[in-house]
T-cell receptor, first 114, second 113 residues
Framework: NAGVTQTPKFRILKIGQSMTLQCAQD?????MYWYRQDPGMGLKLIYY???????DKGEVPNGYNVSRSTTEDFPLRLELAAPSQTSVYFC?????????????FGEGSRLTVL | AQSVSQHNHHVILSEAASLELGCNYS??????LFWYVQYPGQHLQLLLK????DPLVKGIKGFEAEFIKSKFSFNLRKPSVQWSDTAEYFC???????????WGLGTSLAVNP
């Protein structure tokens, strides 16, 4: 099994550009999450989803959008990229038990906005 | 508001030294507790977890953690660290069967050979 797959692994954007970070999981997990990780700041939740068609904001949703049209995929869209969005982004998933279960993380996507 | 505190932000040890990383949370009800580890350049992975039962839980690679309810703590321990334990360690709490985990800021551990 591939687990949680994120693409791209690295990307450089110019200010104002848009892009989508892809996340796919093959474990039939209902719960999926997008986090950003900045040095010394831990993990900040951007958006999460408890199932196809259902999404909700986390701690730091501004400047991002998500969709969940299938159980497997949970793309994160950055509109009008800003330097403050330079970060490492992690997608994670877990079972229908939600946050009581083990989170499985992708390898991360390192985004630089110049 | 619920929160998780990890007291040590940076820890430097020599190989074979003992390790204890502190984690405290603020929530009075039922909690599920986790320690995750992130090795350099890698994604986070589960080290150990506590849901119920024996408050001393064993994880991978010789790590263990003790849940002390009266102190709202879930400290991570290892009797003898190795160079390969160099990583960032995150404590996380699920409070009240919420849909989201509450994360600590992480502790960076460097083990010198």
């Amino acid at each position: 099994n591939a687990g949680v797959t994120q693409t791209p692994k690295f990307r450089i954007l110019k200010i104002g550009q848009s892009m989508t970070l892809q996340c796919a999981q093959d474990m039939n997990h209902n719960y999926m999450y997008w986090y950003r990780q900045d040095p010394g700041m831990g993990l900040k939740l951007i958006y999460y989803s408890v199932g196809a068609g259902i999404t909700d904001k986390g701690e730091v949703p501004n400047g991002y959008n998500v969709s969940r049209s299938t159980t497997e995929d949970f793309p994160l869209r950055l509109e009008l990229a800003a330097p403050s969005q330079t970060s490492v982004y992690f997608c994670a998933s877990t079972t229908a038990q939600g946050a009581t279960g083990e989170l499985f993380f992708g390898e991360g996507s390192r985004l630089t906005v110049l | 508001a619920q929160s998780v505190s990890q007291h040590n932000h940076h820890v430097i040890l020599s190989e074979a030294a003992s390790l204890e990383l502190g984690c405290n949370y603020s929530y009075g009800g039922t909690v599920n507790l986790f320690w995750y580890v992130q090795y350099p350049g890698q994604h986070l992975q589960l080290l150990l977890k506590y849901f119920s039962g024996d408050p001393l839980v064993k994880g991978i690679k010789g790590f263990e953690a003790e849940f002390i309810k009266s102190k709202f703590s879930f400290n991570l321990r290892k009797p003898s660290v190795q160079w390969s334990d160099t990583a960032e360690y995150f404590c996380a709490v699920n409070a009240g069967n919420n849909r989201k985990l509450i994360w600590g800021l992480g502790t960076s551990l460097a083990v010198n050979p």
